[in-house]
């Protein structure tokens, strides 16, 4: 039977629930309905071969980046027809940017900086009660009786590859048992049995949930645990943030939304969760044994064979009475899960560069996105003039943050698009000479992908690609012509333009006066005066291809260019 929440006597932090400035997920999903990005499936849909594959489609089926919506599904069922009365969310908080950015209520170009504040000045929580995540209660026996995690509905992500359900956006809530700190890390779940949840804290990425689960294991004690299913959307953001341990990402939280978060104490176990979750799993994670779990189609974008992981006894389920699930859709990248991780990480590169490090002038850390799973490609943006002793100290920087991180480390300039892998070739092949702006790093952790069986070591190559000295122009028409040419093209009712850098042409260090003023006789038609020029000034004591640059540089050429000119 459900049971309402307990009654809890008030202590000096407690604050009623009530206080809130901060949008829950009901409160997104309304702000979706008005920004037109969220469609609402009330057709059945089959949460284990359908829902997923639906969604899907918006990544891999040539749907541009900002036409991607939010999928509200409100009729799911199984393959044995059973009906499930809580709505699942796919792709609601990171379907595109828009969608990130309205969970965040912060504009796309104010993304980094903010994550950066919360790093920087985290804000604790405050402890609440009669919190919404308490309102429905399921305990003992209620768990086997239809009301355990078999009344979730968690869809298959990889219908034909996963061997079971897994939750995708659940946020695994831990505590270190010497520091008390708590961890909250966003783990796959598989669903193995009403009363029990797999969990895979991914050890290659040194989670703050697998090092706790070290430190009970040493004790001779289970982990107690707890699992968020949907939350107000700056939480399910910090969850997947990779914050040094001794911060609590709730903390980080606080600073996101500039404001202490509100929690609450869990009922069978000793940790606060927001309180404002849709559904909260808790439970003991054994230490003494490991099950199998997988495989699961992952986000490298293959699927994960099976391993020997962690798993969760549960003891009570607790949630709202109108609860919504979320679930990520994750595997081949670009996907949401890809989408709510990148601009995290890329904030925590740059912070660890810039305040940690101390490297002066990077401009921009962009993880890569498309089939690479942010961790293998990993571009550094530089502004104009940044030494080279920096340039190659970022290279290095990023390599060693994080152990499975950068296997290809590429340093640009500002004007190279380090979203756009072809303009990434373009520095690399005309700004960069491989023997002498390309190193090699050994002995680096194979990370997260298919793991070899030949070989367990991995490396890294640092990639200078940066201009080392002025080259011409772009050979692209100049700003202000192309963009009377897109007036000209939209007026003519032509295919929508996506402009992708470069797109025109600017100069990149060797452009003078003396072009520039030919080249403004040219766009007026009097070229011929240029004509004469050149005819002013034929030689017959230069070779073939020899530039005037180089002459003019030349003291000699440039005495017997004044003795001309007598």
Not at 194 to 214: F, V
Request: aromatic share 8%; glycine share 8%.
């Amino acid at each position: 039977m459900a049971s309402k929440t307990a009654k809890k006597k008030p202590g000096k932090s407690a604050a009623p629930a009530t206080r809130r400035g901060y949008p829950d997920l009901h409160d997104h999903i309304e702000a979706l309905k008005r920004a037109g990005l969220l469609i609402v499936v009330d057709r059945k849909i089959n949460k284990d071969t359908e829902m997923h594959p639906l969604v899907r489609w918006q990544y891999r089926g040539g749907v541009p980046e900002e036409d991607r919506k939010a999928f509200l599904f409100t009729n799911i069922t199984d393959s044995k027809g059973r009906k499930f009365d809580i709505p699942v969310l796919v792709c609601g908080l990171a379907g595109n940017r828009a969608i990130y950015s309205l969970g965040m209520q912060c504009p796309i170009e104010g993304i980094r900086d903010k994550w950066i504040r919360a790093m920087t000045k985290p804000i604790p929580p405050r402890i609440v009660k009669n919190a919404p995540c308490q309102e429905i209660i399921y305990k003992g026996a209620d768990l086997k009786n239809g009301h355990g995690l078999d009344d979730i509905p968690v869809p298959i992500s990889s219908p034909g590859w996963d061997n079971a359900p897994y939750t995708t956006s659940s946020h695994f809530i831990t505590k270190d048992p010497e520091t008390g700190i708590q961890n909250m890390g966003n783990y796959r779940g598989q669903i193995k049995a009403p009363d029990r949840l797999g969990m895979n804290t991914s050890i290659e990425l040194r989670t703050g949930g697998y090092m706790h689960w070290e430190k009970w294991r040493a004790l001779g004690k289970p982990m107690p645990c707890a699992v968020v299913l949907g939350c107000p959307p700056s939480v399910s953001f910090t969850a997947v943030q990779k914050v040094p341990e001794i911060y609590d990402e709730l903390h980080v939280t606080g600073g996101l939304i500039g404001m202490p978060l509100n929690v609450v104490k869990a009922k069978t176990v000793d940790l606060v969760v927001p309180a404002e979750a849709e559904i909260v799993i808790e439970g003991f994670v054994s230490t003494k044994y490991l099950e199998p779990e997988a495989p699961f189609g992952e986000s490298h974008g293959h699927v994960n064979l099976q391993e020997y992981n962690g798993y969760l006894e549960v003891t009570a389920i607790t949630r709202r009475k109108k609860a919504v699930m979320t679930s990520w859709m994750s595997q081949v990248t670009p996907s949401e899960s890809s989408c709510i991780k990148r601009p995290a990480y890329e904030a925590a590169q740059m912070l660890h560069l810039r305040d940690h490090l101390g490297i002066k002038g990077v401009h921009k850390v962009v993880t890569h996105e498309a089939l690479t799973s942010l961790h293998k490609l990993i571009v550094i943006q530089f502004e104009k003039g940044t030494p080279q002793t920096e340039i190659w100290r970022a290279l290095y920087g990023v390599a060693s943050f994080r152990r499975a991180e950068g296997k290809w480390v590429v340093a640009v300039d500002k004007d190279i698009d380090a979203d756009n892998g072809d303009a990434i070739f373009w520095a690399m092949s005309y700004r960069c000479k491989p023997h002498r702006d390309v190193q090699m790093l050994l002995h680096k952790d194979e990370g997260h992908g298919p793991r070899s069986m030949i070989d367990h070591e991995d490396s890294a190559v640092l990639i200078n690609a940066v201009l080392k000295e002025p080259f011409p122009p772009i050979s692209l028409p100049k700003q202000e012509y192309m963009e009377n040419a897109r007036k000209i093209w939209e007026e003519m009712g032509l295919p929508r333009l996506k402009p992708e850098m470069p797109w025109y042409g600017y100069d990149l260090g060797v452009w003078n006066d003396h072009l520039e003023r030919q080249a403004q006789l040219a766009v007026k038609s009097e070229y011929w005066k240029t004509g004469e020029w050149c005819a002013q000034r034929r030689r017959s004591d230069v070779k073939m291809n020899t530039e005037m640059r180089t002459l003019e540089d030349d003291p000699d050429y440039r005495g017997r260019a004044r003795a001309r000119k007598k």
